[in-house]
């Protein structure tokens, strides 16, 4: 994931702005790591550059 998508990604369940937490990172591209929601405490991973927002619950 490109650093500077953090600034267009919102939580998908309410809507709020995401924190970035990087573990690893190539460039500007993360490629571990995690978006969080301050607003209702979600976390969402991202593995090998690519997050995942689905929201909680979500089947699949």
Excluded: F, Q, W
């Amino acid at each position: 994931m490109h650093r500077d998508l953090i600034d267009i990604l919102a939580c998908p369940a309410d809507k709020a702005p995401l924190t970035l937490t990087v573990e690893s990172a190539d460039g500007d591209d993360v490629v571990t790591g995690a978006l969080a929601c301050a607003e209702c405490s979600t976390v969402y991973p991202i593995r090998d550059s690519v997050p995942n927002l689905l929201p909680p619950g979500y089947p699949g």
